[in-house]
């Protein structure tokens, strides 16, 4: 069955960059967009971006252009999104989630907190 | 931007039905979903492909579709409900997701 795995929770400070990984398995993972999602405390759920992760390429929200990447390596079937110049409304679980065959799975999130 | 909107709000009595209605311009072309979160929790897809229900989501569970509007259909509703509901779905081009603003279900 398809299973994503996130990495675990991460307490970073004002202006620095995390980067949170997707482990996939369960289907195959060139073949479907890996996209990112947060939410941030008592909000609502927003879309980061996706990459393609037959050829790299990314579509990132316009909001989080320039402070966004998303990678990954194809040979361990995992996907990476870094935020950089992180700011405390960055404060949020981020989610990976997938479609394979339009049906969309999600990764058990990932909470990053920003406080000096 | 392209934007989904949902009522922040819907109370129902148990055993009523509860209806949480999303209004996009492309949803007569792309797939809605649907997700129920309840505090803490991750969100639960509970409808994909407008009316699909996954494997282990109750029956009461249902979704539908008319022109630019999706809605989630909750028959009978219970007490375990209760949860915020967002709908999601993609642009006229097929590449950004869109989030409604979430729904918040209460059972009186």
């Known amino acids: 069955q398809v299973q994503l795995v996130q990495s675990g929770a991460d307490v970073m400070k004002p202006g620095a960059s995390v980067k949170v990984s997707c482990k996939a398995s369960?289907?195959?993972?060139?073949?479907?967009?890996m996209h990112w999602v947060r939410q941030a405390p008592g909000q609502g759920l927003e879309w980061m971006g996706r990459?393609?992760?037959?050829?790299?390429?990314?579509n990132y929200a316009q909001k989080f252009q320039g402070r966004v990447t998303m990678t990954r390596d194809t040979s361990i079937s995992t996907a990476y999104m870094e935020l950089s110049r992180l700011r405390s409304d960055d404060t949020a679980v981020y989610y990976c989630?997938?479609?394979?065959?339009?049906?969309?799975?999600w990764g058990q999130g990932t909470l990053v907190t920003v406080s000096s | 931007s392209y934007e989904l909107t949902q009522p922040p709000s819907v109370s129902v009595s148990p055993g009523q039905t509860a209806r949480i209605t999303c209004s996009g311009d492309?949803?007569?072309?792309?797939?809605a979903y649907w997700y129920q979160q309840k505090p803490g929790q991750a969100p639960i897809l509970v409808i994909y492909?407008?009316?699909e229900r996954p494997s282990g989501i109750p029956e009461r569970f249902s979704g539908s579709g008319s022109g630019t509007t999706v809605t989630l259909t909750i028959s009978g509703v219970q007490a375990e409900d209760e949860a915020d509901y967002y709908c999601?779905?993609?642009?006229?081009?097929?590449?950004?997701?869109?989030f409604g603003g979430g729904t918040k279900l209460t059972v009186l």
């Open positions: 989630a997938t479609f394979p065959d339009l049906v969309p799975y």
């Open positions: 369960g289907y195959t993972f060139n073949g479907y967009y």
């Open positions: 990459i393609n992760p037959n050829n790299g390429g990314a």
């Open positions: 492309a949803l007569p072309k792309e797939y």
């Open positions: 492909k407008d009316s």
């Open positions: 999601q779905s993609t642009d006229s081009s097929s590449t950004f997701w869109v």
